[in-house]
């Protein structure tokens, strides 16, 4: 009996993380991607080259690395590595990487 109530606590524990992690999930809309990809378009950035810096979702972008503002949209915009990536300026953590 101690073991199926042990397992349960630990299943309750897992969910409820799983539920954190869900409500953390950043999503960006495909409308602003579009907004984003226009304004690169029309407003071209330069590559900053990194070296052993991963881009994928939650890596952190150094202080270094100028974050640009795009209208109406929350997150910010850099072109690292000749990849374009979507930054939230409160944590510089990566959020999308364009493609």
């Known amino acids: 009996m101690k073991h199926y109530l042990t397992s349960a606590a630990a299943a ?3 969910l409820g993380g799983m539920g954190a992690a869900l409500a953390d999930t950043i999503v960006v809309q495909p409308e602003q991607e579009t907004v984003v990809r226009e304004y690169i378009k029309r407003e071209p950035l330069a590559s900053v080259n990194l070296l052993g810096v991963e881009l ?4 952190s972008v150094p202080d270094k690395v100028e974050l640009r503002e795009v209208p109406n949209v929350r ?3 850099a072109v690292i590595n000749d990849q374009t990536v979507l930054v939230d300026p409160d944590t510089r953590q990566i959020v999308e990487v364009l493609h």
């Open 12 to 14: 309750i524990v897992l």
């Open 56 to 59: 994928k979702l939650g890596s």
């Open 75 to 77: 997150y910010r915009v």
